[in-house]
């Protein structure tokens, strides 16, 4: 059965008209599941029966079964999501001082082969539906519902590469960006890529508000082949010519995740390196503490080192922060919880 999170309101408008129903109704609809969090058709008290019957009949509301939660002593807590075929997601809330931001995932398992990352241990087996995504936030949301809060900002920095499913991401994004969703402001939704860039060509001529962030990780094309097979296809000259065109069509910033590996891309030749790469750019550098997935060998750079390379960069006149390291003491790395609930890890 369809997933009604998939349709936006003019789409589920198109599907009432359809049904010989008035316009109206779908603004209800909209209303309970996204304002009042119906969890069934039956709670939707200002529909009649027959309507109910047939949105039973068509649809369903929630596609997730919760299979794992882990909860760190930071606040962050970490879902483990079955689906309607049985495929496991994962979502993440991490709690910060600006307000309540979710991580969800984007594929059921990911192509792109990073060598530090546990999604890329299980291979994709398929693409997650706008409504997918959107249930991802909905579950988190209903659980803030209890401590009478909200889900204030969305990364679509999960599992998959987002720019691989790029239609149903930007469908996703715009839905709990309506004022008929979820209405989570535009500059507080988040999709990053590993730069595939005739999809960053594509979201450039959206000239949307969403925030884009490029998963970089390397200062150098033969650093960033080793660690991201992506860079063979779309090397840091293309990749950076692609950014700074879409900075200058949208006037828009543009992050750059760097996950810090101890030995590997924390060194001084590589804060050089990195500040000739972003010089003039309209754009920061987001300094990632590294979550140690074992079988890959990666060793976390400690704090204080993590510190000397950001003050190293701020004073080549680079803008960076040093993200606040969350759910240290559950699977906090992307995939890691997954990986291990189907034995990959």
């Known amino acids: ?10 789409e589920l408008n198109e599907w009432i008209l359809s049904q010989g129903l008035k316009s109206y ?3 209800q609809i909209y209303q309970w599941l996204y304002q009042k969090r119906a969890t069934d058709f039956e ?13 039973k009949e068509t649809f369903i509301i929630d596609p997730l079964r919760l299979v794992q939660r882990q909860e760190s002593k930071d606040g962050t807590i970490k879902c483990l999501f079955k689906l309607q075929d049985g495929a496991l997601v994962e979502t993440v809330l991490m709690i910060y001082d600006y307000g309540n931001s979710v991580c969800v995932t984007s594929q059921v398992g990911c192509n792109m082969g990073c060598t530090f990352c546990a999604s890329g241990l299980l291979k994709k087996q398929r693409d997650l539906s706008s409504g997918e995504l959107t249930a991802q936030v909905m579950a988190i949301q ?32 715009r839905n709990i960006n309506s004022d008929h969703g979820l209405a989570i402001g535009a500059r507080h939704i988040t999709v990053s ?76 030749e590589h804060v050089h390196q990195l500040a000739h790469l972003v010089k003039g750019m309209n754009a920061y550098i987001n300094l990632i503490p590294y979550n140690v997935v074992d079988e890959h060998g990666y060793k976390q750079v400690g704090f204080v080192h993590a510190m000397k390379f950001y003050d190293k960069l701020m004073k080549c006149g680079v803008k960076c922060t040093l993200r606040q390291e969350h759910g240290s003491d559950i699977d906090a790395a992307c995939g890691q919880l997954r990986a291990k609930a189907e034995g990959k890890l």
């Open 142 to 173: 209903k659980e803030l519902d209890l401590r009478q809060d909200r889900v204030s900002h969305v990364v679509v920095m999960g599992s998959g590469e987002p720019f691989d499913n790029y239609d149903n991401v930007m469908s996703f994004m």
């Open 25 to 27: 109704r779908s603004k």
């Open 193 to 268: 890529t590993c730069g595939i860039i005739p999809k960053i060509n594509a979201f450039s001529k959206e000239h949307t508000q969403f925030n884009l962030a490029v998963s970089l990780h390397a200062p150098n094309d033969e650093l960033r082949s080793k660690l991201m097979p992506i860079n063979k296809a779309y090397p840091l000259k293309d990749l950076m010519a692609s950014l700074k065109s879409y900075s200058v069509e949208n006037n828009r910033r543009i992050t750059f995740e760097y996950i810090l590996l101890k030995d590997v891309n924390d060194q001084d």
């Open 43 to 55: 709670q939707m008290t200002e529909l009649n029966k027959e309507l109910i019957a047939l949105l």
């Open 1 to 10: 059965m369809k997933l009604i999170y998939d349709l936006s309101l003019n």
